[in-house]
Structures are given as C-alpha cells and as structure tokens.
C-alpha cells in the first residue's frame, strides 16, 4: 500500500466485536482511517458495514474491542458526545428534523457545536444572538451550496428525497467536523445527484476532510475512493487499493459465491 | 423586515395584558371572576405540560400529581413555616422540581408508550400516598385554613388577598410569567433541540444533541410551573383534598392541547379559555339547565370538529385569520421561525 500517508490514523478500530442473540455481526474487526483519505466500506448485505459504522458513532456498544478517534478512546462515548469530537455521520435511510425548516435543521447542529449558557440563552443577550447570527450566516452559505436557498424556510419533510438528502449531508458539514462518515451517498438518488455528491465529495477531500463511505455503487467506489475494506459475515477480507479489490478472489467469491 | 412583524410580539403582549386587566370590568359577577381566575389556571397548566407534550413529544400523565403535591407542600411545609406566598411558590416549584429530576431518571429510560403508563402509575400511587396518610394529609377530610395570602403595600399597608377579582389580578402577572418562561423555552436553540427530539431521537444523537438532557429539562421545569401553580390553588381555595391530584385534570388538559393545538401559545391559550368558560356558558344556557353529562357531549363535539376541520388546532384557525389579516403589511416572510410558535 504504497499511497497510505506516514502520519497515524485518525480513526482505528481494534478488535471490533458484535453478537446479536448468537449471530456474529462483527468479528474481531480491525480498521484504519488516515487523514486526508476517503476509504469506503464494501460487502455483501449482511456483512456487518452498518453495524461497524453504528459501533464506531456510538449508537451500537461493541461486546469486546474499542475505537479510537484523534487519539481518544471513544468506544463508551454516547453518539452526541462523538459528533462533538468531530466526528460526523449520515445515516442509510435519509433522516432530516421533518418539522423544522431547511434553515433550522442546519441551525440546530451549528449551535450544538458553540458553547452553551443557559443564562445567555434565556435572557438572549448580545453574545446569544451574535452566535444566533454565525449559526444563521453558515447555514446559509451550506444551503446555497447546494443550491437550495430557495427552499430555505420549507419544512424539510416537504422536501424530495434527492433535497433530504443534500441537507443530511450539509448538516454533517455544518460542524466542520475532522472527518465524515457517509452511509450510501450515492444509494437511490438519479445520476446527476450521483456527480453533484462525488463532486462535493472529492472538493471536501481536497480541502482536508478525511471520508470513510459505505456504498453500493461501484463505479463511484472506485473512481473516489483512496482505499477500500472490504467485509463478509463480519470478518475484514480484503484491504486495498480499488483496483486490487476488484481483482480480489475473495471479494468476488463473497458478492457471487464460489 | 418589516417593521410591523418585529413589533408584533411586545404589541401582543401589551394587547393582551390590557386585554386582561379590561375583562373582570366587563364581566363584573363574582362567579365571572372566578370563572377567569380558572382559566388562568387552566392557561398556565396548559403551557406547563406542552413543553413536553407538545415540544420534545414525550406523552406524560404526571402533571395532576405535580400540581397538587405542590398544593399539599404549601398547605402541610410552607403554612407552618409561615412563608409568604412567593416564598410559597418557590417551595413548591423547588420541591417539584426535585420530585421531577427524581421520578424522570428511572421514567425516562422506558421507552415512548410504557414511559407514558409508568407516569400514570407514579401519578396513581401519588393520589393514593396523599389519600392513605391520613396522619400526614387527613387524607379525604382536606387540609384545610390555609391562609390567604397577604401583602405589604405602600400606602395601602397590609393587604389581604380575598375575593376572586383579588386573585385574578395576583394571577395575571404569573400567566405573562410563564408564557415568558415558554416561549423563551420553545424558541431559538432550546427550541429547535426539543424539536429535533420530538421528530427524531436517533438524528438528534448525531447532530450532537443528547435527547435525555432535554426531555428531563422540559419534564423539570413543567413539574416546577405546575407546582407553583398548586401553591396558588392552595391559597385561593384555601382548601386542599386529594382531587386535586386526580386524573381528572390530565384529561382537560389533553383536551385542551390537542383542540387548541400541540405546540402552539396561542392555541394553547385559546384551548384554556375554551374548556374553562364554554362549561360555564352551558351550565345556565337561556333558560335551559343542561346537565353536566351533556356537556361532555358538547366537548366531545367540538373535539370531533376541530380533529375534522383543523387538525392543527384552535392554534392553526387563528394562525391562518392573523395571515389573512396581515398580507397587506407583508413584504417578507419572517424568518425566526423555531419549535412551533404560531
């Protein structure tokens, strides 16, 4: 692996493990993340990617194993407790605040991330509403980024799927985060959704963000990704650059059987 | 944006409090008095238990037993310590508080339904407690003497709270109190972090918000209003029996959120002040008695309408009447927009 960086991971897993009631959904999984990288998760349905990536944010407890993230053990972390580390996620199936507006779903994540007084707050003195205004000011540019600003102050259910999309993922943006965790970015959205994301994708990267992907689509694993992991029933098969996955016997007897 | 929409809201509050000082002179019976005081109970009741009903959506039917354990710690703590009656209302906040933070932890880790019925289960236990010990409370005999409340006024000297009108002037500067308390507590950040767990836990855990912490903070401060509340219910009727923690009230004020609309202050208002005089205006319609029993048929009519024709409550009807009213003075949308506030 002669592309991956010197410098020490800023995400690493060791010795994931994780049993639902007998079934083995993560068995002894070691992963690295560097930063600058995109790496993206690969396998079958049922190989444990989601499951790795829900332990990972906090939102599934590990039986045995721990992550590390920036240095820190974050295994026991809850999930509100890791975003605020830096380290943000989207989910599977697109997930907005349905109720709240474009502006406010994008509002609501850039304010979990300054400091909090609850005597600002209530009395809603001039440090409340310059942070109100910042919080307002970044939302806004994210959202004419991806061209929505004319739907700022629709209720996001209202929203299409492709536009739910969008704000989940400039949601994860908003808190600048060190790294992003993408769950199918490219999953059920029409080719041009597929390019916008890859592009913005591939902007990100270069300014910096560290990417660990879940995703189905091979064509944009392959042309984004630095490098791909590759899971079945659990285990981690293969690592590598996406042309050597490809070219993986084991992977291909994972997605096509022997 | 315009400068008729940035006013709008101390204008409301002016209107409304000129509003309030105005009706017990229109309205100048006794019964009418105290037929507003009720109201203004049921308004600041209402608000109380919408911060968690209608703002982070946890569904609990603990707010009658936070309301009258307040009333009985007035009557059995505050009486012999002789408070007076702020003091007394800050006891009972506190101590509700208290009670809240304690009941809340354990509540809270049940999920969305069976946290409903263990609230239910905690408010039950409470009326029995308070009906059982009767060394403690006399249990159905009723607390009772407890002493109006009295103030030293300038001029004026010592001042005692008597008559129904007396109440309703104390009581107004508690309901802007807590509609202060409300809005300040379902707008801008609060607010948007108690939507975000009304409409999704899991996406709130990853938009760094820690579900928990707000749900407790709205149980908290509901049970603290509505204990203060059961102080002033204490030193208005005087009297304080186990009814006051009955299930009785959870009923009217379910029906109060979901007629005058989740979420919404002026709904909520609207509800209060709906369910509290319409059952007097039906008690002697004309000449006609209609029975307490047909009342409810009256009520259970007007639910059935409002779910038909205005799911969004009373709340929704006058939201959209104001938008008729205003779009002549509309150039934009305003945009401060938070948890629900119409």
């Not at chain 2, 979420?263 to 006609?288: D, H, K, Q, Y």
């Amino acid at each position: 692996m002669s592309e991956t960086p010197k410098a020490s991971p800023i995400l690493y897993t060791r010795g994931i493990t994780k049993r639902f009631m007998g079934v083995t959904a993560l068995d002894n999984v070691d992963i690295e993340v560097y930063p600058g990288e995109i790496v993206t998760l690969i396998g079958p349905n049922g190989s444990g990617k989601s499951t790795l990536f829900n332990c990972i944010t906090g939102y599934i407890k590990p039986d045995s194993g721990n992550t590390y993230f920036k240095g820190h053990n974050i295994t026991n972390l809850r999930p509100d407790q890791i975003v605020l580390k830096g380290l943000a996620r989207t989910f599977q199936e697109v997930r907005v605040f349905s109720s709240l507006s474009v502006l406010d779903n994008l509002m609501l994540v850039a304010q979990q991330h300054q400091e909090d007084n609850l005597f600002h707050r209530f009395f809603r003195t001039p440090r409340i509403r310059r942070y109100e205004a910042e919080a307002r000011e970044k939302a806004e540019e994210l959202i004419e980024m991806v061209g929505l600003t004319r739907l700022r102050d629709e209720p996001s259910g209202n929203l299409s799927y492709g536009q739910r999309k969008l704000i989940e993922f400039i949601s994860a943006l908003i808190s600048e985060p060190d790294m992003i965790m993408l769950d199918e970015p490219a999953a059920a959205v029409n080719p041009t959704m597929i390019e916008r994301m890859k592009n913005y994708i591939l902007t990100l990267n270069k300014a910096g963000k560290t990417f660990l992907l879940v995703e189905h689509n091979m064509d944009v694993v392959m042309e984004i990704s630095h490098r791909v992991i590759a899971l079945d029933i659990g285990r981690k098969i293969a690592e590598g650059l996406p042309a050597e996955i490809q070219q993986n016997v084991e992977v291909q007897e994972a997605y096509f059987g022997r | 944006m315009n400068r008729f929409l940035a006013w709008r809201v101390p204008l409301s509050y002016v209107a409304g409090l000129a509003f309030m000082l105005i009706l017990p002179q229109l309205f100048t019976t006794r019964y009418a008095h105290s037929v507003l005081v009720l109201a203004g109970i049921f308004i600041i009741f209402a608000l109380s238990y919408d911060i968690s009903v209608g703002h982070v959506g946890t569904v609990h039917l603990a707010a009658p037993a936070f309301f009258g354990l307040g009333a009985y710690v007035t009557a059995l703590i505050g009486v012999p310590l002789q408070l007076n009656f702020i003091l007394n209302l800050v006891l009972s906040a506190a101590v509700m508080a208290l009670f809240a933070l304690i009941v809340g932890v354990p509540s809270f880790r049940l999920s969305n339904v069976t946290f409903t019925i263990g609230t239910l289960a905690f408010a039950t236990a409470c009326l029995q407690v308070v009906n059982s010990a009767v060394d403690l409370t006399r249990g159905p005999m009723c607390v009772q003497r407890i002493p109006r409340p009295t103030f030293m006024l300038p001029f004026i000297g010592n001042f005692r709270v008597v008559s129904a009108l007396n109440y309703y002037y104390l009581l107004i500067p508690l309901v802007l109190l807590t509609i202060v308390v409300y809005r300040a507590m379902t707008k801008s950040r609060i607010g948007r972090a108690f939507a975000a767990v009304r409409d999704d836990e899991v996406l709130a855990s990853a938009s760094g918000v820690y579900p928990l912490r707000y749900k407790m903070l709205a149980f908290i401060v509901g049970a603290a209003i509505a204990g203060a509340l059961g102080s002033f219910q204490a030193q208005y009727l005087t009297v304080i029996c186990p009814t006051e923690l009955g299930a009785d009230y959870t009923t009217r004020l379910l029906i109060i959120i979901f007629v005058g609309g989740v979420g919404s202050l002026t709904g909520l208002i609207l509800g209060a002040v709906t369910f509290t005089v319409l059952p007097e205006l039906l008690r002697g319609l004309g000449n006609i008695e209609i029975a307490p029993s047909y009342q409810m048929i009256v009520f259970g009519l007007i639910l059935l309408l409002v779910i038909k024709y205005a799911p969004g409550g009373l709340g929704e009807l006058w939201t959209k009447f104001w938008g008729l009213v205003q779009r002549p003075f509309k150039r934009k949308t305003p945009v401060d927009s938070a948890g629900g506030e119409s």
